[in-house]
């Protein structure tokens, strides 16, 4: 026998086997026997399960094609003269070409020229010059469901002995028999006997594989076949894009939704290969079967194939994979917050270490079926399909998200979920850090990676998930505790209900955690009792004991001594503070820099926007240790500062942040305070001493001493006016308003009540805003957030200042100098006409100093009364009786 007939028996014996591995179901056996079946069935995209006998992979096509191309070879080899191998890529240096073409060359002779001597002639001279490519596994690739045989030859490496017949020399129905047989194929995404890719695809190029090959047709096809195949090629080409698709998309860095994507784009494919099957059981059982029945079969095929196509190509074009605008690259570089975080974490800034393209995945993937699901919604079909592709892909997402509803916990490897995790910040930052990055930047929301439906609830979503993480870390949530009733996709009806019950029961997990075990409510009130000085007889024990430490430059403190004696003074017996359960918390701490200059650095921080004291608080994070050129004369009392330990979870409402404000407060109070003593201190002085209390014979000399005696009262009256509004008009108020809304009252004044039992309607984030509220109303009223009212305020405190000390400790001996009854008591001194002179010069400039600043406090708090503040003008009027002329 010849090789040429050898060889056509071999491919008419093994052509059936191959069809009979493919065709395995009870419909597709009845096709092989000749039945026919119905239009309808055969129009229907089939979306069911095949059993493991009807599919033919690609891995089982490749080895069939090889036993028989081996075969064919190992006779060719037999009458040949010489060998001539066929040089293809190494698997170091590119792609080695498969066989795969080959079979579809030597197997496809015998139905269309029978067994004519012609054909046998043919045969004979192609078997003369063997052609043996080799295949081979391409290096490890990092898809993980990549195809690791090398790409099989293009039909261009074909010998021309191997060439089949041109397609003018067949007949109209050989040429449809063919092109039929080319089709299904392509189909698979192989090359044909005729039909070929385009010249500009390169299927090792992964561009390329992705936007899909372009083939194209021999010349002398009949016009009648030729649109019709044209037409059915789309569907080649989408499945072969679709292929590249799922192998590039399943890639580690597009993330789990992409992942789920992919799976359910392989089990549309697989459910494909399983219709070509069937179509190649057609072709060869029934004569009826024509490139018209073809193309009517895979109608509906083709349209999901396209959807599946346009899909792809537009999520591969938002992660760069495909062309895309400059401006649109440039744009998407947003990575710095992912450098900074790995290299707090011990990253390099290595080439490769992190992508500087911004990924399509997660929220922005379901974001794109969801988008694409409302444009196609009048579409019946499209819309079945992106239902089943939104809610298979939705559900890692929703995985992740009952993960943190419930258990407040993220498990994203891939960073792709809606809340961004800062895994370097740590809780016990809280105790030094002033801007409390723990709570505010540790959870933050991927606003541009959030999924539509969940733009309306994100804010709960990240609230519910963050309250949630702090009673588990606090032993309040049993996070082995699975989940269950829960929505896993995210067209589930009672999606937002899971939400927000998730996040009633966080906040209500949270509040009691905070309210009634860790008694929030009683450290407010510590809070209140150390800070706003509102029963203070502990601490005028403090100064009073501490009195001559306090006297000392605040750089030659002992703060160990004057902790010692503020433990004292707590545990005093009969003290209010002895019975405080929280004593042990507070601490003395000595400030380096004096208050007034403090809060203007503070101010000049928050630049034009005063009205927002808390971002200047925030931005300037350690004013204790920028000391200044003055710094080291402050004196103990004025650099004097308490601090307060708060455990967490409190911490998260009692903050740094906030404990600063308790601090400027507190200084502030005690700073009239200690003014007040002065005054009252010389007030002592002057009615103690021999030279006030006597009448002296100089009628100036004792009007001088009225003025005296007035102006000192003048600022004991304005200090004592200071005080009084700051305590009684500004914090106890304000105090009293956070009370109510903490202990749920409600605007007013009725208490919200669910079947007789209180109810607290708050959020723990509104609960801490309201905190802050407090604080920074009590700071803008106290006058501490003007720069042009602490000025102000900061001279007359000074005045005061000097006009005590001075009248304490020198005035009494230059009044007896300046008196001609009492100068001969001064030990060898004698009258001193001028130190009257003098005396009436310091009183008068004293005078005018207080007087003047007086009256611009006064305008400038009629000023910010009108723009800022109405509760300025009770301080207004009580200042006015101070400020008018005697």
Request: charged letters at 25%; glycine letters at 4%; aromatic letters at 6%.
């Amino acid at each position: 026998m010849s090789v040429s007939d050898r060889r056509a028996n071999y491919i008419s014996a093994s052509r059936p086997r191959v069809a009979s591995n493919r065709v395995a179901d009870p419909e597709t056996a009845a096709l092989r026997s000749g039945a026919s079946p119905k239009q309808s069935e055969m129009l229907q995209f089939r979306y069911k399960a095949v059993s493991p006998q009807s599919r033919l992979s690609r891995e089982q096509q490749q080895s069939a094609t090889d036993r028989r191309a081996d075969r064919i070879a190992g006779v060719a080899n037999e009458k040949a003269h010489g060998q001539i191998r066929h040089a293809t890529k190494d698997s170091t240096g590119g792609h080695n070409r498969g066989e795969r073409p080959e079979r579809s060359r030597s197997k496809r002779v015998s139905p269309l020229d029978g067994g004519s001597p012609n054909a046998r002639k043919k045969e004979k001279q192609q078997a003369e010059t063997p052609w043996n490519p080799q295949a081979s596994l391409i290096p490890h690739s990092t898809a993980p469901l990549a195809t690791r045989v090398s790409v099989p030859p293009l039909a261009s490496a074909l010998p021309q002995s191997l060439q089949p017949p041109s397609l003018r020399e067949l007949s109209a129905d050989a040429q449809e028999r063919a092109i039929l047989e080319d089709l299904l194929f392509t189909f698979m995404g192989f090359e044909g006997q005729y039909i070929h890719y385009h010249g500009s695809y390169d299927p090792s190029v992964e561009k390329d594989r992705l936007t899909g090959p372009v083939f194209q047709l021999p010349t002398g096809l009949d016009p009648t076949l030729k649109d019709l195949t044209l037409s059915t090629l789309k569907l080649a080409t989408h499945y072969s894009a679709l292929e590249a698709f799922v192998e590039v998309q399943s890639r580690a860095e597009y993330g789990a939704v992409s992942h789920a994507l992919c799976a359910t784009i392989r089990k549309l494919l697989k459910e494909f290969l399983v219709l070509v099957a069937q179509l190649e059981g057609e072709l060869l059982n029934n004569p009826n079967f024509t490139l018209h029945v073809l193309h009517l079969h895979t109608i509906p095929t083709s349209q999901c194939l396209a959807q599946l196509y346009s899909l792809g190509q537009e999520l591969l074009r938002r992660n760069g994979l495909l062309d895309q605008d400059l401006d649109e690259s440039i744009d998407d570089f947003d990575d710095v917050d992912n450098i900074l975080e790995q290299l707090r974490e011990g990253g390099d800034l290595i080439p490769g270490a992190m992508s500087s393209k911004k990924i399509c995945k997660g929220g922005n993937v379901l974001r794109l079926l969801t988008e694409r699901l409302a444009t196609f919604s009048g579409d019946p079909t499209t819309k079945a399909l992106l239902e089943r592709l939104l809610r298979d892909a939705s559900r890692p997402y929703m995985t992740m998200l009952n993960e943190w509803l419930h258990h407040g916990g993220i498990k994203d490897p891939h960073g792709e979920f809606l809340v961004k995790e800062q895994k370097w910040i740590k809780r016990e930052k809280l105790e030094e850090d002033y801007t409390d990055e723990y709570w505010e930047k540790r959870y933050t929301i991927r606003d541009n990676e959030v999924p539509p439906q969940l733009d309306t609830v994100k804010d709960k979503v990240l609230l519910a998930g963050k309250y949630l993480n702090v009673v588990r870390e606090c032993g309040g949530v049993d996070v082995s505790k699975a989940v269950k009733d829960v929505p896993k996709t995210l067209d589930d009806p009672r999606f937002l209900d899971n939400v927000n019950a998730a996040y009633t029961y966080a906040n209500a997990s949270l509040l009691n955690l905070l309210l009634t075990k860790n008694s929030l409510t009683t450290r407010f009130r510590s809070l209140k009792h150390y800070f706003f000085l509102d029963r203070s007889d502990f601490f005028s024990i403090f100064l009073e004991i501490a009195n001559s430490e306090l006297q000392k430059p605040a750089k030659s403190v002992n703060e160990g001594k004057l902790q010692s004696l503020l433990e004292l003074a707590l545990r005093q017996p009969g003290s209010i503070a002895a019975q405080e359960p929280f004593k042990e918390d507070v601490k003395v701490r000595m400030n380096k820099v004096g208050l007034t200059k403090w809060l203007m650095q503070v101010v000049s921080v928050s630049g034009i926007d005063q009205d927002n004291p808390e971002a200047a608080i925030e931005k300037y994070q350690a004013p204790s240790t920028q000391g200044g050129e003055d710094d080291g004369k402050i004196l103990a009392i004025d650099a004097l500062e308490l601090d307060y330990l708060v455990p967490f979870p409190l911490s998260l409402v009692i903050s740094r942040k906030t404990v600063l404000r308790y601090q400027l407060i507190f200084r502030h109070t005690l700073s009239l305070r200690h003014h007040e003593g002065l005054l009252v201190s010389s007030w002592l002085a002057q009615t103690q001493s021999e030279a006030w209390k006597h009448k002296s014979s100089s009628r100036q000399l004792e009007s001088w001493k009225r003025r005296a005696w007035n102006l000192r009262s003048k600022m004991l009256i304005f200090i004592q006016q200071l005080l009084y509004f700051c305590t009684a008009e500004v914090i106890e108020p304000n105090w009293q308003n956070l009370m109510d809304r903490v202990n749920g009252t409600d605007a007013d004044g009725s208490e919200v009540t669910v079947n007789g039992t209180k109810q607290v309607n708050r959020t723990v984030d509104e609960l801490m805003q309201d905190h802050v509220d407090f604080l920074d109303t009590c700071l803008k009223e106290c006058m501490l957030t003007q720069a042009k009212l602490l000025k102000v305020h900061h001279r007359l405190m000074t005045c005061c200042h000097m006009y005590a000390t001075w009248a304490t400790d020198t005035l009494s001996r230059n009044i007896m100098l300046a008196d001609p009854d009492m100068a001969s008591r001064v030990e060898n001194r004698e009258y001193e006409p001028a130190r009257l002179d003098k005396l009436e010069d310091t009183l008068k400039r004293v005078e005018d100093h207080f007087n003047r600043h007086l009256r611009i406090l006064m305008d400038s708090l009629n000023y910010y009364a009108a723009t800022e503040s109405v509760v300025l003008l009770k301080l207004a009027h009580a200042l006015s009786a101070i400020s008018k002329e005697d």
